[in-house]
């Protein structure tokens, strides 16, 4: 069984600083991509950023140049360093992860998501 835990999420001031975690535990051969989502009131769930297994990285338009997604293969967990943030930035930030169970077997999970409020 396969449990993708997100954390670091919370209220911070407009141009602050958060650093969200993604941690992989269970039966789990590799991570392939990883992506973060975020999803605010009303609106669709969009993609924020996302990493290869190599390590290759894109971002949405809206936070280039802010955010920053790093993986630590070692430790299966992907972060995303948001600077700068804005009250757009606010919503539920999930991660998307494509976990290779063994050899030709890989399956998608989500996390439960974190709650990133940017407000005065």
């Known amino acids: 069984q396969v449990q993708l835990v997100e954390s670091g999420g919370g209220l911070v001031q407009p141009g602050g600083s958060l650093r969200l975690s993604c941690a992989a535990s269970?039966?789990?051969?590799?991570?392939?991509?990883v992506g973060w989502y975020r999803q605010a009131p009303g609106k669709q769930r969009e993609l924020v950023a996302a990493?290869?297994?190599?390590?290759?990285?894109n971002y949405a338009d809206t936070v280039k140049g802010r955010f920053t997604i790093s993986r630590d293969n070692a430790a299966n967990t992907v972060y995303l360093q948001m600077n700068s943030l804005k009250p757009e930035d606010t919503a539920v930030y999930y991660c998307?992860?494509?976990?290779?169970?063994?050899?030709?077997?890989?399956?998608?999970?989500w996390g439960q998501g974190t709650q990133v409020t940017v407000s005065s």
């Open positions: 990493i290869g297994s190599g390590g290759s990285t």
């Open positions: 998307n992860a494509k976990i290779i169970l063994r050899f030709g077997l890989s399956e998608d999970y």
């Open positions: 269970g039966s789990i051969f590799s991570i392939d991509i």
